[in-house]
């Protein structure tokens, strides 16, 4: 792709029965994001006109494209790819809804694959109604990992106040221990490292890294998953050069503000992360995914049905989403330019 012209950021629909639309219209009525990049919302026209309708925005501008080099600067453009959807249920699950946000999320996967995209934005969707149409589907982290063949991937949710990572993702409760093993908490701090020096230009990160008993096992009293699996990990990542400390107990960790001193924190599974994370960053956090070869970042929150076309949703980690995207693509760009030039400068010798 052309270096010099203006980032094309493909944006997913999502549940279109939750405020998904209802944010893209209070997100681009300001022009200053289609003055950073160039916006590509991958759903329906009719969506957006009810939704329009539902919250009394009298014009809302956006261009229908068919592929992503037609895409006009300074505009919303849109790409039709929900063809038969006959209704919208605002704020009720359906098949019909899950079935458009795949099929946004699919033809927008496509587009990235074939690099015509240079970011994606994917708006929040209700897995269940999801998976109805697509058996196996968990979430979007894994379906993306799939996509691009990435050997590992890292739910990094990113704010102002911290950068958190999981080494499980969408796991239940139960299955969370059986899953950890030494391997792959090594692997994902590893990628850890890798994306905060690579997308978030930090020369040498610190990480800290979360037991996964009441206060990390108590030397083993209320568990033995720290000294069996998360110490031997650390020693490993340590002996490897990377700044990384803990098993930290996760209570006091956050409750003495420890979490301050790190750039980045691996929590072992979903809620003891994403907790605390969405009590700080408050509508401010965005979801990142580590490790994939196109960019890729999400809103922190669900479809919320419950307020859905009330027009009270807040457009604030959509934004941060999309200014995230930006960032992180320039920053990714730089930092392999400066890589290729040193490399260079290394066989010159």
């Known amino acids: 792709m052309e270096s ?6 493909g944006i997913t629909i999502g549940d279109v029965n939750g405020i998904g639309p209802e944010l893209i219209i209070k997100a681009f009525e300001d022009s200053r994001l289609k003055d950073q990049c160039v916006p590509i919302l991958y759903g329906s026209s009719r969506v957006i006109n009810i939704y329009r309708k539902v919250m009394g925005v009298e014009k809302f501008n956006y261009v229908v494209i068919t592929t992503p080099s037609q895409a006009h600067y300074h505009k919303l453009n849109l790409i039709e790819c929900v063809p038969n959807l006959e209704r ?5 699950a359906s098949e019909a809804s899950g079935e ?11 587009d990235a694959q074939h690099q015509e995209l240079d970011a994606l934005v994917t708006m929040p969707v209700n897995k269940a109604t999801i998976e109805k149409q697509e058996p196996g589907f968990v979430g979007h982290t894994e379906m993306l990992a799939e996509a691009f063949n990435a050997q590992e991937s890292l739910m990094l949710m990113v704010s102002d106040q911290m950068r958190i990572g999981v080494v499980t993702t ?12 030494i391997e792959k908490i090594v692997k994902k701090v590893r990628l850890m490292n890798q994306t905060l020096k690579r997308d978030f230009t930090i020369e040498q990160p610190m990480i800290a890294v979360l037991g996964l008993n ?10 033995e998953e720290e000294k069996s699996i998360i110490n031997p990990a650390l020693i490993q990542l ?9 098993p930290y107990p996760a209570d ?3 409750g003495a503000l420890t979490y301050r001193k790190f750039d980045g924190i691996m929590a072992m ?16 956090g965005v979801n990142f995914t580590a490790g994939l070869p196109v960019v890729r970042t999400s809103p922190d929150h669900g479809v919320a049905y419950d307020i859905a076309g009330k027009d009270i949703a807040d457009p604030e980690s959509l934004r941060a989403a999309l200014y995230l995207a930006i960032d992180v693509v320039g920053q990714r760009r730089m930092n392999e330019k400066l890589e290729a030039e040193a490399l260079g400068k290394g066989k010159g010798k």
Not at 88 to 92: A, N, Q
Request: net charge positive.
């Open 88 to 92: 919208v249920d605002i704020g009720v």
């Open 170 to 181: 969408h796991v239940p409760v139960k299955d969370i221990s059986a899953q950890l093993t």
């Open 4 to 9: 010099n012209r203006k980032l094309r950021i």
């Open 100 to 110: 458009a946000a795949y099929l946004s999320l699919k033809r927008a996967i496509e």
């Open 238 to 246: 340590q002996k490897e050069g990377i700044n990384v400390f803990g």
């Open 269 to 284: 599974y979903h809620d003891q992360g994403l907790i605390p994370f969405k009590l700080l960053a408050g509508y401010s």
């Open 214 to 223: 009441p206060h990390a096992g108590d030397d083993g009293l209320i568990g």
């Open 252 to 254: 006091g960790f956050f």
